[in-house]
């Protein structure tokens, strides 16, 4: 089955303690990201990655790193966790960059479940 | 600045009346529109995307679309709603000036359908 798996799906942990989300998925896509979810403001970007070694900041990356080491995995590293990074977060991923006529058409991207974190 | 507004946070409607969600867009030059659904401890899961062509899009479970460029909107659409449809509804555009692979979402809309 297609999928976008990450883990852990819930983890509650203390301000500065170090935390990798990982995030895999089994559809060979290039294109994956990291959103974070908060009420009333849908989602927003993280850090995305073109391809394996392939990665750049979106819209809100401050207190995140990731790494593209392998085309399935892309997981988001928390180095020093603070409670402003609370939040529901997803990975993502498609088959190429959205908007690239050449892949066809747009790519829809396809959303694992998402993580609960909270930072006490 | 580029942005999606979804102008309710919340749709109420009675099963088997037709459903509106409401989405409106500012980007610049032509942008690609998608909707989502998001189910309760699920990730989003697409539904159904404009890209060009006819302004009337169809998608999964019965949903569609219709694309009003003078009105820079992308409503989401349903003849007859079902109480399985309530969840929570993301419009999103992925601008064709942005080589990220970006999508911008809308804040979300809760639709509740009761019985």
């Known amino acids: 089955e297609a999928q976008v798996t990450q883990n852990p799906r819930y983890l509650i942990t203390v301000t500065g303690k170090k935390l990798t989300v990982t995030c895999s998925q089994n559809m060979n896509h290039e294109y994956m990201s990291w959103y974070r979810q908060d009420p009333g403001l849908g989602l927003r970007q993280i850090y995305y990655?073109?391809?394996?070694?392939?990665?750049d900041k979106g819209d809100v990356p401050e207190g995140y790193k990731v790494s593209r080491k392998e085309k399935r995995n892309f997981p988001l590293i928390l180095e020093s966790p603070s409670p402003n990074q609370t939040s529901l977060y997803f990975c993502?991923?498609?088959?190429?960059?959205?908007?690239?006529?050449?892949?066809?058409?747009?790519?829809?991207?396809?959303f694992g479940d998402g993580t609960r974190l909270s930072i006490l | 600045a580029q942005s999606v507004a979804q102008p309710e946070d919340q749709v109420n409607v009675a099963e088997g009346n037709p459903l509106t969600v409401k989405c409106t867009y500012s980007?610049?030059?032509?942008?690609?529109l998608f909707w989502y659904v998001q189910y309760p401890n699920r990730g989003l899961q697409f539904l159904l995307k404009?890209?060009?062509?006819?302004?009337l899009v169809k998608g999964s479970y019965g949903f569609e679309a219709e694309f009003n460029k003078s009105q820079t909107s992308f409503h989401l659409k349903k003849p007859s709603a079902l109480v399985s449809d309530s969840a929570l509804y993301f419009c999103a555009v992925s601008p064709h000036s942005s080589n990220t692979g970006k999508l911008i979402f809308g804040q979300g809309t809760t639709l509740q359908v009761k019985p």
């Open positions: 993502a991923s498609s088959l190429s960059n959205v908007w690239t006529a050449a892949s066809g058409g747009n790519q829809p991207q396809h």
């Open positions: 404009y890209i060009t062509g006819d302004n």
């Open positions: 990655s073109m391809n394996v070694e392939v990665t």
């Open positions: 980007v610049s030059g032509n942008p690609y």
